[in-house]
Every structure is written in structure tokens, then in C-alpha cells.
């Protein structure tokens, strides 16, 4: 995959249609996610994803991602995605890319035709789609309200992605439940696996993991990637806006 950022990897790890429908939200606008990225053990970097509504009722949802401390050293990134999809189906109409990595730099616009099943990008044109078809964040919000309640261990999601002019069907499963320790405190927590390509990232199959809170809001509250050059490390580092209590044990 292109240009593959810590964030970027949070987020397609969360990038997965569940089994069901859930009848109710799990989350509002006005919902702020703060989290923590380590490389090996140093601080490394923050990420915030935001959420608001449009006056046309669509929901926007915006995320930033950055390197702080030593790390810039060796790797000075800004990234910032954005997403507006319609509040019950996630689907979107419009995506923002615009990148910041070192010496890199890369901006798109696209917006979405369910109708037709195209998109266009202004850096790429018009490209066929399948039927249902997500951006990166727009796809974190659908997996958050599809929900996981009739999930057994080892099943298998899939979904299909958008990102720099690549159509991407991503694979998940499913690993059971644990319970995860961050800084905000130890939770109740839905273990998952995404299908990785062995070789070019990643040495094995399960180099890759993320956990989400097993509670009404499925937040993510952690990702972990094993990587050819180390380990990385995504925490949920604080919260707020959130619409149900959290699943803290303590």
C-alpha cells in the first residue's frame, strides 16, 4: 500500500463492514478523539479525530495526524484527512487528502456518485466503483455503527476502500474479547486482525492488531503494528464529546 502512515494504518485497521445493523448511534457530533503514537518507546507523535454536522445534515469528520519530539528527526509528518457522509448509511460524498511527509507532499478532492458508482478526484479523474464504496474515515464511523454485538471469534469482515486512486477490499477478523490498559485506564475491549500482505511491511500474518471498547461507543482504544523497522504503537490518550459511558473496569 501507498505511503502507509501510522494513522493512516489505525484507521483502515478499523476499516470494516460488521454483521448487523445497530439501532442506535454509537456516536454524536461534538465527539473529539485524542491519541498517542509511540515508535518502539518513544513519544512519537499525536492524531485527533473530530466530529461535527453540516448544515445540510451531513456529518463531517475530520483527522490530523503528526510527529512531535525526535522523530521528526527521521520523519516530519502532517497529514490531515477529512470526511462528510450522510449520517445513516456513512456513505460518502466528499473526501479531503492532504498530505505532509518529509519532503512529500499530496492533495485531493473527492467526491462520491452512489448513484452511478463513480467518484471523482481532482487529482486522478472519474473512476469506477463498486456499489458500496467508503473513504478511510468515512469506513471508521460505518464499522463504529454496525456494531459487533453478533460477532463469533474468528469471522471474517470485509469493505471495500478508496484511497489515492486504488480500490482496496480490506479483510478482518474477528479475535475475541480482552481487556486493554491505555493512560485514561483499563477497559472492556474487542479484539480484531486485519488480513496483511507477509513480506513487504510485515514478517507474519498477525503483525498487525487493533481493539476497539466494548461498550455502545466502540471506540478505538488501541492498534499495534510490527513492522520491518520496529514496533508502532496507536493509544487512545483522552476523549471527550462522547455519547454513552465508557467501558472502564477501573
Excluded at 36 to 49: F, K, N, P
Excluded at 196 to 225: C, K, Y
Aim: glycine share 6%; proline share 2%.
Amino acid at each position: 500500500m501507498k505511503r502507509l502512515t501510522v494513522f493512516l494504518g489505525l484507521v483502515l485497521s478499523c476499516a470494516i463492514v460488521a454483521i448487523g445493523q445497530q439501532t442506535k448511534s454509537p456516536y454524536s457530533a461534538g465527539e473529539n478523539l485524542k491519541f498517542s503514537l509511540y515508535y518502539g518507546i518513544m513519544d512519537g507523535g499525536e492524531a485527533v479525530i473530530s466530529l461535527d454536522k453540516t448544515k445540510s445534515g451531513e456529518y463531517h469528520a475530520k483527522a490530523t495526524a503528526k510527529t512531535v519530539g525526535m522523530v521528526r528527526w527521521f520523519l516530519d509528518m502532517n497529514d490531515v484527512y477529512e470526511s462528510y457522509f450522510d449520517e445513516k448509511t456513512c456513505k460518502p460524498s466528499k473526501s479531503i487528502r492532504n498530505i505532509k511527509e518529509n519532503s512529500y507532499k499530496s492533495y485531493d478532492e473527492v467526491t462520491f456518485n452512489h448513484t452511478n458508482n463513480t467518484l471523482h478526484s481532482k487529482k486522478y479523474g472519474t473512476v469506477n466503483t463498486p456499489k458500496d464504496i467508503f473513504d478511510i474515515v468515512s469506513s471508521l464511523y460505518l464499522m463504529r455503527r454496525n456494531g459487533f454485538k453478533n460477532m463469533k471469534v474468528n469471522d471474517t469482515l470485509t469493505t471495500e476502500i478508496y484511497f489515492d486512486n486504488e480500490l482496496y477490499t480490506f479483510q478482518v477478523i474477528y479475535k475475541g474479547k480482552e481487556k486493554v490498559s491505555t493512560k485514561m485506564g483499563t477497559f472492556n475491549a474487542l479484539k480484531f486482525q486485519p488480513v496483511v500482505e507477509v513480506g513487504r511491511v510485515f514478517r507474519h500474518e498477525d503483525d498487525v492488531r487493533f481493539w476497539v471498547s466494548d461498550d455502545d461507543n466502540l471506540l478505538p482504544l488501541r492498534a499495534e503494528f510490527e513492522v520491518l523497522i520496529g514496533s508502532i504503537k496507536c493509544d487512545l490518550l483522552s476523549c471527550s464529546g462522547v455519547k454513552y459511558p465508557m467501558a472502564k473496569t477501573k
